[in-house]
Each structure stands twice: as C-alpha cells, then as structure tokens.
C-alpha cells in the first residue's frame, strides 16, 4: 500500500544485485517477498535499484563489479547482494578479489552476523540450536581481506607461499562491541572463539580485547574456547551457545558448519554491517549444479532480508520495517511448518513454488 496509508517509513531505496548461479533466482524472489512484507504493515514500497553483477556484468561491462555500481551503492543504506560464482569467472578475473569483497572493503562492512536457529518443521542435527555467529570481516587470517592494496599472500618462488595474517586491536575491540550489544538484545552469554594456545600473539589480541570489552558489559557471562574445540563443542551441544564472535576466517567456517548443524546451509542468512550501510547476503554459494533448475531453497536470502530491514529498522528508527522483517520470518516459519519446503529440507517445492507459498503468508493479517 502507498500513499497514506504508510505508517512511518519515509521511502527505502535498496540495492539489488542477483549475482550469478541460483542468485538469478532466488534475488528476484527475495524483491517479490519484501514487497509484500512491506505492502502487508502499510509501510511505503521499496524502491529498488537493480545494478550489474557478476557473469552479467562481465558481459556487459567487462568486468565483474563495475564502477557505476559502487557509486551507486554509495548513495544507498543498505541492498541485497546475491551468491556469485567468481571461481568460473574468465582466468582474468580469477585473481581479483570477489565482487562481494569488493564491497565489503570499500563500505568496511566490519561485521558479519550469521544466526544459526532451528526452523519449525526442519529436522536438525542439533535440535535446539539458537545462536549468532558475529565474523570480522575486515582482517584476521583472510589474507585478501587485509591489506589496503592487494592480497596479504605472497610466493617469493614457485614452491614457496606465504599468508599473511593481521590482528589491530581497535578492530578486535569494534567487532567485540558489536557482538556484546547484541547478547544484550538476546540471553546475555558471549563465546570468545581463538587459538591463542598456537597463534599466542594474533588470535591472543583478539581474546585479550574480547575480554577488554567484556569488562564494560558487565552483566553477560563470558567464555572462550579454542577453535578446534568449539567446532566439536557445537556438534555435542550446540543449544548451549548465545552469541560467539571470532576472526574472520573461524568465523566463515564455523558458521557454515552451524547452519548444517541447524538444519541447512540453505536456511542460514547472513548481513554484513558498518555504521551506516548493510548489505544482505545468504551464507551459501552460488550453487552452479542447481543453477536455472528452479530447485534452490531461497530461505536464507529471504532471512538475509529480513535481518536487513531489522537493522535498518534500528539505525532509522522507523519500526515498521521491524513490523515488515518479522512478517517475513513468520511467513518462512509458517511455510516450512506447513509442511512445504525445497529439496534440502526434504521436500518436493521447487523455488517458485515454495515462494508463493511464503508470499502469501506475508499478506495474511
């Protein structure tokens, strides 16, 4: 609905990029399930600003992330990027960081937030799972993440590599702040993930700043637990975690193996954040044996959204994009419980069909 009867929206510009593989598919449906989310709480629809790329962006402007696309996203506060198989990108472009690096460099989308819950209706390895992975996304052992030109990996011959890893303490303790703000907002326990017994000096400082910012959060409890032993920890009890920060490349694998554990890697949404701009983007990859089968689970995309117009909802102070992202994970909540659901969970909907379903729950009042 528009016009007069918004109810405290001003107007959302959003950036859409489908990316390639099961991004073509999955991103037009996410656009389709925020209209409606929007439509269905009286807020004013979104205006949506598609921008090239991946494979269409290559075919059209040479490359895989064009400038015109960053200037553009520089004028937004937040947009949907799709997976992206940058892997089967012509050897040119191989090299380069991913277009989705590319933008979390320039905008400094410090923070990856990656929940892992169990959905009604999905059978999970840990039933009761409930937690949010908070990632540093800006450096750590990602050696593409952590140099201001280049990658932090170099071979001085051809049998010899290097990787460089890089730990500051102001971003050990921007990333810390952001994961105890958030424990505050749900059961108040933060897990300090490291391996500070081999790595003493790098992942050490970010144990030791995690603590530094503890001390200003008095009223969560506290804990660490080295890498290794947290990823076993969350196979045996999984159900007993909150809120777990880490660097950047524990964090991209323990989330992965969070979301299987919690049903599918195909229902674990994910958002990148600064202070001022955030950027959706699902967990899992592009998935290229499935791409253009009509067969992807487009749920992490459409809780990757949600998650998104929940941030923005905070940082605008307009609740009614809150109203707008809790409508669609009710929606993928009541579709699933139903009984309807894609190939990953088990299921027999394709991705079309099991968006209409979700499309109409978030109409109903």
Known sequence: MTGTSAIGSSGLRLGLMRGDGIGQDIVPATREIVDGAMSSVHAQPVEWVELPLGFEAIDSHGTPI???????????????????????????FRGQLTPG????????????IRPAAVLSGVKATVPGMDLVIVRENTEGLYADRNMAVGSGEFMPTPDLALSVGVFTRAACERIARTAFALATRRRNHVTIVHKANVLTLT??????????????????????????????????????????????????????????????LGTAPSINVSDTRVMAQAAHGAAPDIAGKNRA????????????LDWLADVRREPVLSAAASRIRNAVNATISSGIATADLGGLASTSEFAEVVYAHTLRR
């Not at 690096?101 to 990856?112: D, M, P, T």
């Not at 603590?211 to 409890?221: E, G, K, L, N, Q």
């Not at 990823?231 to 999984?238: F, S, Y």
């Open 66 to 92: 064009p400038d015109e696309t960053l200037t553009a996203l520089e004028q937004l506060p937040g947009w949907i990027l799709g997976p992206h198989d940058s892997a089967s990108y012509p050897s040119e």
């Open 101 to 112: 690096g590319v933008i979390r460099k320039k905008f400094e989308l410090f923070a990856n």
């Open 297 to 308: 689970n487009p749920t992490a995309m459409f809780l990757s959204s949600a998650m998104m």
């Open 203 to 264: 992942t050490g400082l970010f144990r030791d700043a995690c603590r530094t910012v503890a001390a200003d959060f008095p009223h969560v409890v506290v804990d660490d637990e080295h890498v290794d032993a947290m990823a076993a920890l969350l196979v045996r009890r999984g159900g007993d975690f909150d809120v777990v920060v880490t660097e950047n490349m524990f964090g991209d694998i323990l989330s992965d193996l969070a979301g299987e554990l919690a049903g599918s």
